[in-house]
């Protein structure tokens, strides 16, 4: 396995003169079965810690477009929204109604029985006007005040980070548009949960060991 790891970026912390010791290590990795093994690598976490995996697909019966739309089911909740305008779930996606808006997703507090949400990946798309996919930026926001901000390079449409830290949390995803002619659409977005599961806590995700993908549905109509 291959993965190249980075320091964290304190996006306000650092400007106004906050150190930067004892921030943690993220990892990004820019394939799901990569993503997905990851945290059973030995020593990624504590020895008595399980990891998990959820899959929201955005399949809803019909198209729907508002300010904001939520989702989730029993391992955790997500609330999804644009810096401008609104933001459209159909067709199996997420994306902005207006080109050149961030496409921002706040996450609620896990399932404690699963422990926190320390890994975050999807299928991600900056699209031109013409319909081809561009760089673009993603950042992910920690339970630190901490954020990881990545270019996203656009030559696989996958990127996902693990947060190494046991203290440490992911409690939002922020994708930038590199251009104001560009939208912003997530097609798959996938949740790891790293910590001590409570006995039949897996049961929730629908997955019959700890790195399965479960496909268990947001309650959006």
Do not use: C
Not at 62 to 90: K, M, N
Not at 114 to 139: A, C, K, T, V
Not at 197 to 212: E, I, Q
């Amino acid at each position: 396995m291959t993965f190249r790891s980075f320091t964290l970026i304190a996006t306000v912390g650092l400007l106004t003169g906050t150190s930067i010791a004892g921030v943690s290590t993220t990892v990004t990795l820019d394939t799901l079965s990569e993503w997905t093994k990851f945290a059973s690598e030995p020593g990624m976490f504590p020895a008595t810690w399980t990891t998990s995996i959820a899959f929201e697909n955005f399949a809803v019966k019909q198209p729907l477009t508002q300010g904001t739309i939520s989702g989730g089911l029993g391992w955790s909740s997500w609330t999804a929204s644009s810096s401008f305008g609104s933001v459209t779930e159909g067709s199996g996606h997420m994306s902005t109604a207006k080109a050149g808006a961030a496409l921002q997703f706040n996450f609620g507090k896990a399932n404690t029985s699963l422990g926190g949400l320390h890994g975050i990946g999807g299928d991600f798309g900056f699209i031109d006007p013409n319909g081809g996919y561009q760089p673009g930026r993603i950042e992910v926001i920690l339970s630190n005040g901490f954020t990881v901000i990545q270019e996203f390079t656009a030559k696989s449409p996958f990127a996902g980070f693990w947060i190494i830290d046991p203290d440490v949390t992911i409690s939002g995803l922020r994708l930038n548009p590199l251009s104001s002619g560009y939208a912003v659409a997530v097609d798959n977005l996938y949740f790891g949960f790293a910590g001590v599961p409570a006995p039949g806590a897996l049961a929730l995700l629908g997955v019959a060991s700890a790195f399965t993908v479960g496909r268990r549905r947001s309650t959006n109509l």
